[in-house]
């Protein structure tokens, strides 16, 4: 029981840690999207204020007619970046007015332990799923058929000469290493 519940904090404590990285991210994303627009402000401010090396192109096209910002972000993306900003501020809001629930910290050696206890279960797991699946069955039936009729390199062929035993391994992978008919595809 305190294998399995020192398993569980382990399993939280990362999910807490994933968490606090999402976090870290989304306000990055934040960040990078409110610069661009900043960006994107200052060089139409450039461009008015006659500063840009643009001008030419700007007096070509003063209102970005066909659809297209003279300078800058169009307006039409500035409004979803601006939006996409709200959601991203909103969403990382909604995470941290939820009631935050933090269990004490593992210690190094608890979480050795955790690390190595989920590992047994996750093996475990895998193990039981592979006992159930009908192929691996009638593999694991062959492979044992093999070793009992001496036909490979387990025991049945350890009491015969080096010689034989070497042709015996040269006859099984001739014959497909295993494999199905046909050998390795």
Same mark, same amino acid.
């Given at each position: 029981?305190? /294998?399995?519940?020192? $398993?569980?904090?382990?399993?939280?404590?990362?999910?807490?840690?994933?968490?606090?990285?999402? +976090?870290?991210?989304?306000? +990055?994303?934040?960040?990078?999207?409110?610069?661009?627009?900043?960006?994107?402000?200052? $060089? #139409?401010?450039?461009?008015?204020? !006659?500063?840009?090396?643009?001008?030419?192109?700007?007096?070509?096209?003063?209102?970005?007619?066909?659809?297209?910002?003279?300078?800058?972000?169009? %307006?039409? +993306? $500035?409004?979803?970046?601006?939006?996409?900003?709200?959601? +991203?501020?909103?969403?990382?809001?909604?995470?941290?007015?939820?009631? @935050?629930? /933090?269990?004490?910290?593992?210690? %190094?050696?608890?979480?050795?332990?955790?690390?190595?206890?989920? =590992?047994?279960?996750?093996?475990?797991?895998?193990?039981?799923?592979?006992?159930?699946?009908?192929?691996?069955? !009638?593999?694991?039936?062959?492979? #044992?058929?093999?070793? *009992?009729? !001496?036909?490979?390199?387990?025991?049945?062929?350890?009491?015969?000469?080096?010689?034989? *035993?070497?042709?015996?391994?040269?006859?099984? $992978?001739?014959? =497909? !290493?295993? @494999?199905?008919?046909?050998?390795?595809?």
């Amino acid at each position: 029981p305190d /294998a399995q519940k020192t $398993v569980c904090r382990r399993e939280c404590q990362l999910a807490q840690d994933k968490e606090e990285a999402l +976090l870290r991210q989304i306000h +990055l994303v934040i960040e990078r999207y409110s610069r661009a627009l900043e960006v994107s402000r200052a $060089v #139409a401010a450039a461009v008015a204020a !006659g500063a840009c090396t643009d001008a030419a192109a700007l007096a070509e096209n003063p209102r970005g007619e066909g659809g297209r910002s003279p300078m800058g972000l169009a %307006p039409s +993306l $500035v409004e979803k970046y601006e939006a996409r900003i709200a959601l +991203l501020c909103h969403t990382a809001e909604s995470l941290r007015a939820e009631p @935050y629930v /933090a269990l004490p910290r593992l210690t %190094p050696m608890e979480q050795a332990a955790g690390w190595a206890c989920a =590992g047994f279960a996750k093996t475990a797991l895998s193990a039981s799923r592979l006992k159930e699946n009908p192929a691996v069955q !009638g593999a694991f039936a062959s492979l #044992a058929s093999r070793f *009992r009729r !001496g036909n490979s390199i387990g025991e049945g062929a350890a009491a015969l000469p080096e010689q034989t *035993r070497a042709e015996t391994v040269d006859e099984f $992978v001739a014959s =497909g !290493g295993g @494999y199905p008919a046909g050998g390795a595809q």
